[in-house]
């Protein structure tokens, strides 16, 4: 069931622009007080997107509980009047998508991934609701208007050439909007992580999300599951200050952390870029920076060459078989610890392409994943 071709231009599922610089265009379109269209839309187009979902029931019963935890939270902060609903869509995808309506939409490869985990649900649901509160359909809507009307020389999405001698605004108005797409979509996620803490889910279930999509992408880093949101490492750069303040508000409403809706917060690592120095004929030394939370014991770090990430999802890394790889523990105990291999450019008489490191837990689940830069053979 294709359900992505009939929304994915109305909701938010709308920037492939991992590249571009997050400074630059702050421009923030006020929402007129009259303006009904993002409603008016959704309402239009409800009947199609409910015949291909369903209502979250049955091994969704938690993502539903989670949802109305967090409505309610919303409600006690906000005058908006909002019926929320929960849907969970059956195409095997991973995504998650908001009406201005008020109904959140879950691709159910997302809703097995989060599974039974409160917290991870959190994660999901918060984001969401975060850009209907905020009402982000209608100012990406205002701020194409803006782009055509006088930051940009065409409209976006023209499906035409722009006009001679226009081709560098029209290049213009592409970046810029790519950085408001982003700017939207990591204030959504400040104020999911705030809410999530209000609510009672510790803030660190959103990186765990992160970095359990960005082990099952397929794709090197230039691009993510969620497509229209910055590239995971840059959304831990940039969100590390709202990881922070989120983090001190949950603890100060829920000093037992274990008593919380969510739970005690899930182990997170923060792979950081690998480097690689050649240290002699086919010899390399590969560095892996990182850094964790919540970790009680340790962590193995994976070393893999010619890794399913090139083909295939990954939810835990097995035995490697036939696949050259490396290995090493640690209890990562530093702020700032670095796990190092020394590694041939050939292992078993045949050309060992290192390509990806893989943080996994004692029971071999991905908690992080970093992508090495190529190395020469």
Same mark, same amino acid.
């Given at each position: ?30 929402? @007129? ?30 993502? /539903? ?27 095997? /995808? ?16 997302? $809703? ?6 409160? +917290? ?18 209608? /100012? ?10 006088? =930051? +940009?020389?065409? !409209? ?33 996620? /400040?104020? =999911? ?33 969620? $497509?229209?949101? @910055? ?16 983090? !001190? ?13 969510? +739970?005690?917060? @899930? ?63 640690? +209890? ?12 041939? =450019? ?32």
């Amino acid at each position: 069931m294709e359900v992505r071709t009939n929304y994915v231009g109305f909701y938010l599922s709308i920037c492939l622009v991992c590249a571009i610089p997050l400074s630059g265009q702050n421009v923030d379109p006020e929402i @007129p007080s009259h303006f009904k269209l993002d409603i008016e839309m959704a309402a239009r187009l409800r009947p199609e997107l409910e015949s291909q979902s369903t209502a979250a029931a049955g091994k969704y019963t938690a993502a /539903r509980l989670v949802f109305e935890r967090l409505a309610a939270q919303v409600a006690k902060q906000s005058n908006a009047k909002i019926t929320w609903h929960l849907r969970i869509v059956e195409d095997g /995808r991973l995504n998650a998508l908001s009406s201005p309506d008020g109904t959140v939409y879950v691709e159910d490869g997302l $809703a097995d991934l989060a599974g039974p985990s409160t +917290g991870l649900w959190a994660a999901v649901l918060s984001h969401e609701i975060a850009h209907v509160v905020r009402r982000d359909w209608a /100012r990406r809507y205002l701020f194409e208007k803006y782009l055509a009307s006088g =930051g +940009g020389s065409i !409209i976006l999405g023209d499906s035409g050439l722009p006009p001679a001698g226009t081709f560098s605004d029209s290049e213009k108005a592409s970046a810029d909007f790519g950085r408001f797409c982003q700017r939207m979509e990591l204030e959504a996620d /400040r104020e =999911g992580l705030m809410l999530m803490a209000r609510a009672g889910y510790h803030p660190d279930f959103v990186p765990a999300l992160h970095h359990l999509l960005h082990a099952r992408e397929n794709v090197p880093n230039n691009a993510s599951v969620y $497509a229209m949101h @910055p590239c995971w490492e840059e959304r831990d750069h940039e969100l590390s200050r709202a990881y922070t303040e989120a983090s !001190i508000d949950f603890e100060h409403r829920w000093p037992e952390w274990y008593a919380s809706p969510g +739970g005690n917060p @899930p182990v997170v690592v923060f792979a950081e870029e690998p480097t690689i120095k050649k240290t002699g004929a086919q010899q390399w030394q590969v560095q892996i920076p990182m850094r964790c939370q919540n970790l009680a014991g340790a962590v193995e770090v994976v070393l893999r060459a010619d890794g399913p990430s090139r083909g295939e999802h990954l939810d835990r890394v097995a035995d490697a078989g036939d696949r050259p790889e490396a290995r090493q523990l640690t +209890g990562c105990t530093s702020p700032r610890t670095t796990v190092v291999f020394n590694v041939a =450019g050939k292992s078993a008489g045949a050309d060992a392409h290192w390509t990806d490191v893989y943080v996994v837990d004692a029971w071999g689940a991905v908690l992080a994943r970093a992508v090495l830069p190529k190395i020469a053979h």
